[in-house]
């Protein structure tokens, strides 16, 4: 893995101005911006949702089908 790093290293260091700049966005593009699109209010809603369905379990969350989701951004 260092070896294979070292390499990719030294090819980047190679690069001219032009290369470089294309190279820099194009690994932004690969990074992950976790920004979740739910709003504040809405978190504590589901997450009030999600208490009390914990404490009254035969009561049925009526976004079941969202719940992997939910769990994502909650997370």
């Known amino acids: 893995m260092n070896a294979t790093a070292e390499i990719l290293k030294r090819k980047i260091e190679n ?26 209010f809405l978190m504590d ?10 404490e009254n379990p035969s009561t049925k969350l009526d976004f079941y089908e969202n719940i992997s989701e939910l769990e994502k951004y909650c997370a």
Do not use: T
């Open 45 to 54: 809603e589901i997450l009030y949702r999600i208490q009390f369905h914990n």
């Open 15 to 40: 690069f001219g101005p032009d290369a470089l700049e294309a190279f820099a966005k194009m690994m932004e593009s690969f990074e992950e911006k976790n920004v979740p699109s739910i709003s504040p």
